[in-house]
Nanobody, 122 residues
Framework: VQLQASGGGLVQAGESLRLSCTVS????????MGWFRQAPGKEREFVAA????????YYADSVNDRFTIARDSAKNTVSLQMNSLKPEDTAVYYC????????????????WGQGTQVTVSS
């Protein structure tokens, strides 16, 4: 599975940003797609995940009600719509994939994109 993330940038607090991850390489019916983020000096943390087959979603408490993850089977993409951004959302965001069930630890994901920087100014 190859993953290519895009859409990062610099925004002000309260604004929105949409990340996209293009997926290629194999059929994804039994895969989970996730977004993680890593701020300087911190561990990589779970943000959101979606099951490719059913579209079931799961979010970290810190982004629930602000972020929305979705998959587009026709375009083979996974998006992360981020609203009401806060300075603490500043990080490099990664898309990832794993086979099986939803999992919120980075160690459980087998495939990773290259990361895209999101910076939120106050």
């Amino acid at each position: 599975v190859q993953l290519q993330a895009s859409g990062g940038g610099l925004v002000q607090a309260g604004e929105s940003l949409r990340l996209s991850c293009t997926v290629s390489g194999r059929t994804l019916n039994n895969y989970i797609m996730g977004w993680f983020r890593q701020a300087p000096g911190k561990e990589r943390e779970f943000v959101a995940a979606v099951t490719w087959s059913s579209g079931h979603t799961y979010y970290a408490d810190s982004v629930n009600d602000r972020f929305t993850i979705a998959r587009d089977s026709a375009k083979n993409t996974v998006s992360l719509q981020m609203n009401s951004l806060k300075p603490e959302d500043t990080a490099v965001y990664y898309c990832a994939a794993r086979y099986g069930t939803i999992y919120s630890s980075a160690s459980g994901y087998d495939f990773w994109g290259q990361g895209t920087q999101v910076t939120v100014s106050s």
